[in-house]
């Protein structure tokens, strides 16, 4: 025989307030966060906390309107949690861990990358950092610079076959390609 799932009054309240409010507080974080799911994920962090400090919380005005500004509290806290990771990720120099011949064969690449990318006609050039390093789409591309989607199209399959025709490892050159473009 199965067991038998006794709820109490408290649990099915918070999962009446989970089901009518979820969705709308998933659509306050993700304006906020703009990612779907850590959207998800802030509004599930939020219900978890609740469950936990109900009894001490005392709600003035409706639960959505207190939920919504705790979740937007949450969301706002998320990017700053992410922001400070980002600067301190761009602060730490990992070249001063690294073994000199390791650092010599990184620096001789990305020397090597920068001269491909200069010999790379100058509008195929900027579309492609464009692209690479400023994460544009192919529109933005196109609207910036007054051209076709299919010119950025056509400029970025030439800028890639001219990248593959001269580096022979296609691993190695993503790689490098990264570490090159993030510190243009």
Not at 131 to 156: G, H, L, P, R, W
Request: aromatic share 10%; glycine share 2%.
């Amino acid at each position: 025989m199965g067991k038998l799932k006794i709820t109490t009054q408290k649990e099915e309240k918070l999962e009446g307030l989970f089901r009518e409010h979820y969705a709308y507080l998933v659509l306050v974080a993700f304006g906020i966060v703009g990612n779907q799911d850590i959207a998800k994920d802030v509004v599930q962090d939020f219900f978890v906390w609740y469950c936990q400090k109900e009894k001490e919380i005392a709600v003035r005005g409706t639960f959505k309107t207190y939920a919504a500004r705790a979740v937007k509290n949450l969301s706002i806290q998320h990017i700053e949690k992410k922001k400070r990771k980002v600067d301190i990720l761009k602060n730490l120099n990992p070249r001063e861990f690294e073994e000199p011949l390791v650092l010599a064969n990184k620096i001789s690449n990305e020397q090597r990358l920068r001269e491909l990318l200069d010999k790379l006609p100058t509008a195929r050039r900027e579309i492609f950092i464009s692209y690479v390093a400023y994460n544009m789409s192919y529109s933005e591309i196109a609207k910036e610079n007054d051209i076709s989607i299919n010119t950025v199209k056509t400029q970025m399959k030439r800028a890639y076959a001219f990248f593959k025709n001269h580096i022979p490892d296609n691993s190695v050159l993503v790689i490098l390609l990264t570490l090159l473009l993030k510190n243009l």
